[in-house]
T-cell receptor, first 120, second 111 residues
Framework: QLQLQESGPGLVKPSETLSLICNVSGGSISSSDYYWGWIRQPPGKGLQWIGSMYFSGTTYYTPSLKSRVTISVDTSKTQLSLKLSSVTAADTAVYYC????????????WGQGTLITVSS | QSALTQPASVSGSPGQSITISCTGT?????????VSWYQQHPGKAPKLIIY???KRPSGVSNRFSGSKSGNTASLTISGLQAEDEANYYC???????????FGGGTKLTVL
């Protein structure tokens, strides 16, 4: 069974770069039936897409974050990574990695989420 | 990107049925049968409960059902149980967008 596990620093200072890793186990990270993404949820608020990456290597980012985001996949390590630069308090959120099915664009697999707090 | 529109909250008594609406546009909900619904309990990751408008993943109770009419999708939960109390989010593929769009979420309270 596919499992996704995020890991990160927990606390990041304002203006620094947030780096997160999602370890993928129990399934292929290279399958052409799915794409991978990062979603975040500020405390007490709803879900927000950050960006996604297809098996071809093509990436897509939400417009409001595009200038600060980089998503990549390391197939040898079966890891998905997220880098978000110049963070502010508004980037405080639970960050989820996710696998999205290409047939119905449904998120059938989620990580457990990792809380990132931006504070000095 | 504008979110899909959901009611902020709904409530119902055990055993009753409730429906949560998700209103989009002709560029998303109305254009494709790619609407999904997610259930999220406090402190937990969201869980897929409906995909493709009305399909249920294996293991999801048949008390959950989905439908769509025009630009509005709906999630119906029948025979409400205390464990159904959670936040529910809809999502849809959107034309000319490279990322799906979420609804703002609906808090279901079981009275």
């Amino acid at each position: 069974q596919l499992q996704l596990q995020e890991s990160g620093p927990g606390l990041v200072k304002p203006s620094e770069t947030l780096s997160l890793i999602c370890n993928v186990s129990g399934g292929s990270i290279s399958s052409s039936d799915y794409y991978w993404g990062w979603i975040r949820q500020p405390p007490g608020k709803g879900l927000q897409w950050i960006g996604s990456m297809y098996f071809s290597g093509t990436t897509y980012y939400t417009p409001s974050l595009k200038s600060r985001v980089t998503i990549s996949v390391d197939t040898s390590k079966t890891q998905l990574s997220l880098k978000l630069s110049s963070v502010t308090a508004a980037d405080t959120a639970v960050y989820y990695c996710a696998r999205v099915g290409l047939r119905y664009f449904d998120i059938s697999s989620w990580g457990q989420g990792t809380l990132i707090t931006v504070s000095s | 990107q504008s979110a899909l529109t959901q009611p902020a909250s709904v409530s119902g008594s055990p055993g009753q049925s409730i429906t949560i609406s998700c209103t989009g546009t002709s560029n998303d909900v109305g254009a494709y049968n790619y609407v999904s619904w997610y259930q999220q309990h406090p402190g937990k990751a969201p869980k897929l409960i409906i995909y493709g408008v009305s399909k249920r993943p294996s293991g999801v109770s048949n008390r959950f059902s989905g439908s769509k009419s025009g630009n509005t999708a709906s999630l119906t939960i029948s025979g409400l149980q205390a464990e159904d109390e959670a936040n529910y989010y809809c999502s849809s593929y959107r034309t000319s967008s490279t990322l799906d769009i979420f609804g703002g979420g609906t808090k279901l309270t079981v009275l």
